[in-house]
């Protein structure tokens, strides 16, 4: 009775391998056509600065529309071009979309502060020889400038490659583009690591925010991790703001900049503008 019930479950788990292997094979196929179709659409998140809650800029998040299955989220697609190298093209055409977009509402609202533009970058991009003419190109190409540009790179995009990592980075900098590491603690890095990264933001990852309020813990982490960023002259960016309380909390400890659904989830480019318009 008990093994055929445990056969049974094996069969269902074998079943379920399957189906995922063949959910990858088609995502990865469907992957390969996908920029040449133009399915990728560039989402555009808030960064509000805390002191006034006035927008900053937005980050530009990748969205596929799937002919068939719908919105598919950079979770499940980002590792898949990541691993097949598909995300070299995708991330080019993030970065000229994220420039052309960025360029076009400082010329549409010419009179307010100008709006910086993140675009995340992954280890293929950061390793691949020509990702400083592509940026360079992307720049031209919209007329952003360059200061308004700024790149977000993981910890683990750099890892095993650092010096190299380290070197682009310097040379992104130099041509006036500013740096963040992003998912800041989840990462391995040491303290000396840190200091070498020519970077210009630390943006604290949303598993330390979620429960800032609640949790001793967490406060203190990100409490510490303001007071290295500020010793250091680094900027703070938290993401996965939620809650007012977490706003709060965050603007007391001297955190500049903050990201989260407590002031809007990623939006479309159309809807992006219009929080340009209405405010926050
Ligand atoms: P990320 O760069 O850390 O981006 C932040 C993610 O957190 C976004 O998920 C955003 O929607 C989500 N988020 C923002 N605020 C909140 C909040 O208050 N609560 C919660 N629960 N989540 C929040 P998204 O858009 O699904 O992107 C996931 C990840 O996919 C990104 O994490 C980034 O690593 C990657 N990604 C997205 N677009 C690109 C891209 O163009 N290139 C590369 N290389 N990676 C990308
Ligand atoms: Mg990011
Ligand atoms: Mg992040
Ligand atoms: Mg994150």
Known sequence: Q???????????????????????LELELDLRHAVERGEFEA????????ADRRLAGFEALARWRH??????????????????GLIVPLGRWMLQEACRQARAWQ??????????????????????PELLDD?????????LPPTLLKLEITESAMMGNEGRAIEVLGRLREMG?????????????????????????????????????????DRHFVETIVHLAHQLGLDIVCEG???????????AMGVEFSQGFLYSRPVAAHEAEMLIITGL
Not at 8 to 23: I, K, N, P, T
């Open 107 to 128: 010329q549409r609202f010419a009179g307010r502060p100008p709006l910086s533009v993140s675009v995340n970058l992954s280890a293929r991009q950061l390793a691949h």
């Open 67 to 84: 002919p068939s299955k719908g919105l598919i989220s950079p979770v499940e697609f980002i590792p898949v071009a990541e691993e097949t």
């Open 135 to 143: 940026i360079a190109a992307a720049l031209a190409a919209s007329g």
């Open 177 to 217: 583009i500013r740096l963040l590491l992003d998912d800041f603690g989840t990462g391995y890095s040491s303290l000396s690591y840190l200091h070498r990264l020519p970077i210009d933001t630390l943006k604290v990852d949303r598993s330390f925010v979620t429960n800032l309020h609640a949790n001793p813990t």
């Open 43 to 50: 989402y555009f998140q808030p960064i509000v600065a805390l």
């Open 241 to 251: 703001v939620e809650q007012a309380v977490q706003a709060e909390i965050l603007a």
């Open 2 to 24: 008990a093994k055929a019930h445990g056969g049974g479950s094996y069969v269902l788990f074998e079943q379920q391998l399957h189906d995922q292997a063949v959910h990858r």
